[in-house]
Structures are given as structure tokens and as C-alpha cells.
């Protein structure tokens, strides 16, 4: 989720005739610099944060609010898409549908992206250079919950029970089921085959001869037991996509497989044809349409993290203003030390999720009170942080707790509707 952060910088720290510059710490030093901002750095792996914050919040301006009945269920998240399950969370607060799929949404997002698909095929994750950056950023870029509300409110939102979004692994006759076995499998496949030097006919290879119908698969258990078997894989392709899409027979699924060049375009034309009678318009809400995003720090591609003093403070602020209003607000943040282990890694990692509710906490023995956020996390509801972030109380499965010096030192961004 880093690349979905430099994206950001792109975006809210455009620089007049010179909009293709990509987020390098030089560059963002010369626009902190005439912003006349002051920039905080860390390295990756620094503890504790340098300069901490000082917080503002007291105990009025922390009124107790548990927005929790109204956001729907905690889920578990496929791959790196926590984004869209905080667009979904906001799109759908209030309104009279859904619940709505962060899978479709996220399928939407990410078929735009060359990057998503490539990491969607099953190949690494890597540094990308400064040109895939920038074309990164105009082809809507690998996630981010801003642009995945402003897709969802352009093109509609699918039904949950549509296109099933929670990851959690089942196990059903000693298949693990979850998308990313799609992909894994989908890739693997293709790996196999080039390595077996097989003489396809066609570049869709479900349409070559060396596979059996999924009929035909689903009764022979010699080939279900044989993972050295391209129908094998073909097997654990179909049946992983019939978990998700369970309006889809295995037929139609089968269908959409020969289309497919693909793992991308197999599962975007499941999300076609799964959601083409159901597509949900955002109906129009005097208070919902507008988005509204604050900046607070970001991640270079040199993998420094950058705080804005002055921008972290407007952040608080507007996120307490808008949860004031009865709205969860949509947060992106640097995940080490709060919800990860702080390590010497070469980048922070980054991830989002939707701020739900908040109470005050008295101080003890002189020290002050403090205002605590209740934070509903897409990791699944048996999930617990393990260190930074406490685990909210057990009425809150998912969640977690989190205090107003923690949130502005992790900080990225946060979203809301307006």
C-alpha cells in the first residue's frame, strides 16, 4: 500500500507547470518550503517519533459518540484493497442499501491500473520508477479511499451478496477458498505451462485442448489430488470463484474463464456479470456527495515518512467536526507501531481504515485526559492488535482503540463525506 501514498502527493501537493513530479523527499522539501510548511522526517524503523505532537482535543470536543450499529460488518480484506473497504464504509453509511461489495469496487479500481494488474497476476510488488508513478497516478493509481468514493459514485456500487467481499479463509472439502487463490492459482498456471513448453493454440488457454471440462474435473479426484495438474488449477480457479460469486453457476463461471487472458479480466468480468442487473446508484444525499480529503504527511519514494505540524492539527480537527456531525471519517495511516512492529524495514507500510466512534479518558495521577478513537480495522473480527493500538473492548470485534497522540504520529490522510 505505499505506492497508494506517494499517489497522494501528486494529488495534493501539485505544483504549478510542474505536475509530473514525482513525490522524491528533494521535491517534497522544495514544496513544503513554499507552502511555508514545516516538514517533520523519520526514517523507517525510528522510535519514538520525533517532535510528538501536541494534541488540542478536550474533553467537549470529545463528546462520546459510537457510530458502530450503523457500519455494518467487520470484514476480512483481500490483498491490498483496505481502501475500498473504507470507501464502501463511508458510500454506505446512511443509506437505506446495501451492505455494498469492496471486492467490486476494488476490481473496478485496481482493472484501471497497470500496476494492480500486475501485482494482481501475481508478481511482486516493486519500486516503481518516476514515470510509473506519474502514469501510475492519471490511470487512477493502485488504491487509495478518495478515488475509490469517486468511482463508486459514478458508476454504482454492488450488493454485497453480489460479489461476497470478506476474505476470511473457509475450508470446504480441503479448499482454502479466498480471491487471492484465484490469482495465485490463474498465475501459477500460466508459470506451469510455459515451463511444460505445452503448444498452446490460443493466448485465452482455457481454450486449449490439455483442459478437461470443470464437470469432468469436479468427479475425478485423481486430478482434484494432483497439484502438479494444469486442471488441477483449473479446479481451484473455478471453485474459489464460485465462493465469491455465488449467484454464478460453475457453468457461467467456466464460460467467463475462456474469455479470460488473464487473472484481471477473469475477475472483472465476473464483477460484470455478477453485478449487471444489480449496480447500485449512491442516491442523492444533500450530505454525502461532496468529498472531502485532508492532508497530513506522506511517504517519499526514498521510503522517508514526512509529518506537516500544520497540517496534522487541521486533520484532527476536521475529523472530530465530522464525527460531531454522527459520520465515520475515512483515515490512511503509516502502520508500524500502532498496529504492526516497528522494524528496520525499508518502508513503513501503510494501510486505511474508517474511524467509527470516540470517548474521553480522564487522566490519572496529574497526567491529562485524553480523547480515545475507536477505529474499525478490515483485517476480520478475530483480529487483535498486536502492539501501539489497543484492542477494543469485546463488544467491538475488529476494532481498535487508538489515542489522539497516536493518531496525528501515524497519520496520512483522512476522507470523509460532505
Known sequence: MKYLFILFFLNNFHIQGADKLP?????VI????????????????????????????????CSFIDLTPQMGEVRDQIGASCYAYVATDLLQFGQAGGPYSALHLATQNQSLSEYGEEIKQGKKPRILNEEEVVKEYKAFGYGSP?????????????????????????????????????????????????????????????????????????????????????????????????????KLDSKIIEQILKKSTDAMSFLTQLNDIACKDSLQKIPPNKNSQNIVSTRAGLLTLEGDWIMFDDLRNTAIKNLNSHLSKGKPVGISYKTQGLIKPVSTSTTHGSHASSVAGRRWKPGKNGKPGECIYLVKNSWGTDWIPPNGAKASPSKYPGYFEITEKQLMEHMIEINYLE
Open 23 to 27: 513525490p522524491t523527499k528533494a521535491n
Open 30 to 61: 522544495a514544496r513544503a518550503k513554499a507552502l511555508n510548511l514545516r516538514p517533520i522526517f523519520e526514517q523507517p524503523g525510528a522510535t519514538p517519533f520525533p517532535n510528538p505532537p501536541k494534541t488540542s482535543t478536550t474533553k467537549q470536543s
Open 146 to 246: 478518495k478515488e475509490a468514493m469517486e468511482l463508486g459514485l459514478n458508476t454504482g456500487l454492488c450488493p454485497e451478496e453480489d460479489v461476497y467481499s470478506d476474505d476470511r479463509w473457509i475450508q470446504s472439502e480441503g479448499i482454502t477458498k479466498d480471491v487471492s487463490q484465484i490469482f495465485y492459482y490463474y498465475q501459477t498456471l500460466k508459470n506451469h505451462i510455459e515451463a511444460l513448453n505445452c503448444p498452446l493454440s490460443t493466448p485465452n488457454i482455457f481454450q486449449n485442448d490439455i483442459f478437461k471440462d470443470f464437470a469432468d474435473i469436479e468427479s475425478d479426484s485423481t486430478i482434484q489430488n494432483n497439484s502438479q495438474d494444469p486442471n488441477y488449477m483449473k479446479y481451484q480457479i473455478i471453485s474459489n470463484a464460485s465462493h465469491k460469486y455465488s
